[in-house]
């Protein structure tokens, strides 16, 4: 489903962010990409989002072979992937409906079946009947929840999230973290960098650790 | 716990037949149109500048090309051929004006030739001038006899006329020659300069309306930044993001061009009475002729198509220029 084969990233600003990483990740599969600081872990989550295409070596999510895509390809990938981000990226001047049927919008689907799905996707998360609050009005846990609502509600076969419980106290980012676990149940292939030792300990799912770009452990199923 | 069935499998999203997918893309169009109209109303002050500039960039042409057609329109039954005046020396009896007119009606260069009485002379005049009162006064006529010349066709050059002016004028009884409608060509020559003048205008104050359209979308694609990065990041297509930038221009146009009309119908309002005193100092049937139902609806959909084709230029460079970052 996710899989990184001798990726090699350099920034136009001469940054060597990974090298020679290698990794894969089935289908339905779930792991915590850890890693210090400047490891490379956002890095990984922007390659396979395609915010960046690899350097070097072949980065393939979803059967597509995300270094050869066409430009006008790359709005019908992202679709297939469900991206949540530490600062949720929300849009703060409009209500929580509007953000979390943004990609649905984009999708065209109908008006009847958005209001259907905003109201399941954010019962999952716990905020139904917030459709008209606006981000700012939430806290930082429900902003981020609402981020997860918007992620899945196109149902991606694949989730990513980039520190998610990075702002959140720990009782919020274990509830945060139970939703990620509850999506990857019904077959959603997940990837959630995180540095967060408790969470680590709590969850029992492979863990992909980077250190300085490079693969440090975890390449293959945890045995 | 498990996940409702609207969560549950990933099935793609999007409509499933071919009338419900043209459906959506209406509603799609519709809720942008309307949502760009609700964008713009929402900044009012900065919407009514917009839309005043347009509209004054666009009255300009307009009117200007009203003159012009109702110069036209003043002058149409003038002719554009050059006649010439041939009058005849007093006293002149009718007997000897008739051997003069075959006379001249026999010359090659000669279309044709009418005899003007001066009784037919004093009627005309008196219809023409408007001051019919003042030739009551008069015992006799003044007028001479007139024979209207009309060059034949190579001989209806300017050079060719002047020509025919000094033989004419050897002839037998002659007094004066007079190509008297040489102006009426000038005048013609001037309005062709203006008409295109008003294209020239035009085509520069079209290009102005881009301008000021395209400076107005760049403004709101640099205000609407952030939605267009996470736009983008949630698989928005270009097309997807610049659909509302497109129809914010098509709807500025529009209201720009709705003003401009406006604009001209109450120039035409105030300049009609002026005009009216002015025709009828002339003792002339003329009125002023506003635009045209033709010509209305090409200026409206005229200034809604320079409105969505400023956008369309400065969202292609703009918004490729516009990635999300992470």
């Known amino acids: 489903m996710i899989r990184f084969d001798r990726v090699f990233k350099r920034y136009p600003n001469g940054r060597e962010a990974l090298s020679e990483l290698s990794f894969e990740l089935e289908s339905g599969e779930m792991a915590f990409l850890t890693g210090n600081s400047g ?47 530490q600062d949720h990226r929300l849009l703060d001047d409009r209500p929580v409906y509007d953000n979390v049927a943004l990609p649905l919008a984009i999708a065209g689907v109908p008006r009847r079946e958005m209001d259907k799905r905003v109201r399941a996707a954010l019962d999952q998360v716990g905020l139904l009947g917030r459709e008209r609050s606006f981000p700012l009005e939430l806290s930082a846990g429900e902003q981020q929840r609402v981020g997860i609502a918007r992620a899945v509600i196109t149902k991606p076969p694949v989730l990513i999230a980039d520190e998610p419980t990075g702002n959140l106290d720990p009782d919020l980012a274990l509830e945060v973290m139970n939703l990620f676990h509850r999506f990857n149940a019904v077959g959603v292939t997940v990837m959630v960098a995180t540095h967060d030792v408790h969470l680590l300990e709590r969850f029992r799912v492979r863990r992909i650790q980077i250190e300085r770009g490079r693969l440090a452990s975890g390449a293959h199923v945890a045995a | 716990m498990s996940l409702p069935e609207e969560l549950r499998a990933a099935r793609p999203a999007g409509p499933r037949t071919i009338g419900g997918a043209a459906a959506t893309w209406l509603e799609r169009h519709a809720q942008s149109l309307v949502g760009s109209l609700g964008r713009l109303a929402r900044q009012p002050f ?112 300017a050079a060719a006329v002047e020509t025919l002016a000094v033989e004419l004028r050897k002839a037998d009884g002659v007094e004066l020659v007079e190509a008297d409608t040489a102006w009426v060509r000038r005048l013609h020559a001037i309005l062709d300069t203006l008409r295109q003048l008003v294209f020239l205008a035009a085509a520069v104050l079209a290009a102005g309306v881009l301008a000021i359209v395209g400076n107005t979308i760049r403004l709101e694609i ?97 918004l490729r220029r516009i990635e999300p970052r992470a």
């Open chain 1, 39 to 85: 490891a490379g872990k956002s890095t990984v989550l922007r390659l396979i989002a395609l915010l960046e295409r690899p350097t070097r070596g072949t980065v393939v999510v979803n059967g597509r072979n995300t270094g050869s895509l066409r430009r006008g390809a790359i709005p019908a990938f992202r679709r297939q992937v469900g991206v949540v981000f």
């Open chain 2, 46 to 157: 900065a919407t009514a500048l917009t839309i005043a500039v347009i509209g004054i960039a666009l009255a300009l042409p307009a009117a200007l090309y009203l003159v012009v057609a109702n110069m036209r329109t003043v002058t149409a039954d003038l002719g554009d051929t050059v006649q010439l005046s041939v009058y005849l020396r007093l006293p002149t009896s009718e007997a000897q004006a008739k051997k003069t007119v075959q006379a001249i009606q026999a010359r090659v260069e000669v279309d044709q030739a009418v005899l003007v009485s001066p009784a037919e002379g004093l009627a005309e005049f008196r219809a023409m001038s408007g001051i019919g009162e003042a030739l009551e006064a008069l015992t006799e006529n003044p007028l001479p006899w007139v024979v209207k010349v009309r060059p034949a066709a190579p001989h209806d050059s």
């Open chain 2, 222 to 318: 640099n205000g609407r930044r952030a939605e267009i990065e996470v736009t983008k990041l949630v698989g928005g297509s270009n097309a997807f993001v610049r659909r509302p930038f497109l129809y914010s221009g098509l709807w500025q146009g529009l209201g720009g061009s709705l003003l401009a009309v406006a604009l001209v119908a109450i120039g035409m309002a105030a300049l009609e009475p002026p005009v009216a005193r002015l025709a009828a100092a002339y003792g002339a049937a003329f009125k002023l002729t506003g635009l045209q139902p033709r010509e209305l609806v090409a200026i409206v959909a005229g200034g809604a198509l320079l409105g969505w084709l400023g956008a369309w230029l400065v969202c292609g460079y703009h």
